[in-house]
């Protein structure tokens, strides 16, 4: 078998794997509004709705950090996507880019948001696998 018939082999099972829905987007930063004095949410730049697997890194024990008065503990995430998705002209994932989790076959997955700490590229990957962690 080519490299070429294994890697379309080697993808076309990753996504039958991939039973999650997820937006991955930007958020840009909040916005003060002088009239009513509320802090609201910047808009969001969606790149990708579709399927996705989301999994737990397995070594990851999480980490504490503290945010503001309350502790948080940061859990690592990997989101696979299908290998051939492209982002809009011009953009390139960031960290701090946000994964939503929309759907999921176990619903404690659904709602949860995910920020981006990077992404890994390569020619031979059967998925594009983006590193995140849970911030909650």
Wanted: net charge neutral; proline share 5%; charged share 30%.
């Amino acid at each position: 078998m080519s490299l070429d018939a294994t890697l379309a082999a080697g993808r076309a099972e990753a996504e039958a794997r991939m039973r999650e829905q997820v937006r991955l987007y930007r958020q840009a930063p909040d916005v003060f509004d002088r009239d009513t004095g509320n802090t609201l949410p910047g808009p969001r730049t969606v790149f990708y709705t579709g399927k996705a697997r989301v999994k737990g890194v397995a070594a990851s024990t999480g980490e504490d950090k503290e945010a503001g008065e309350r502790e948080v503990v940061l859990r690592e995430y990997e989101v696979g996507i299908p290998w051939a998705t492209a982002l809009p002209p011009g953009v390139r994932l960031l960290a701090g880019d946000r994964v939503e989790v929309v759907t999921s076959g176990d619903p404690r997955m659904a709602g949860l948001i995910l920020w981006v700490t990077g992404a890994l590229f390569s020619e031979q990957s059967t998925a594009w696998r983006i590193r995140a962690e849970d911030r909650s």
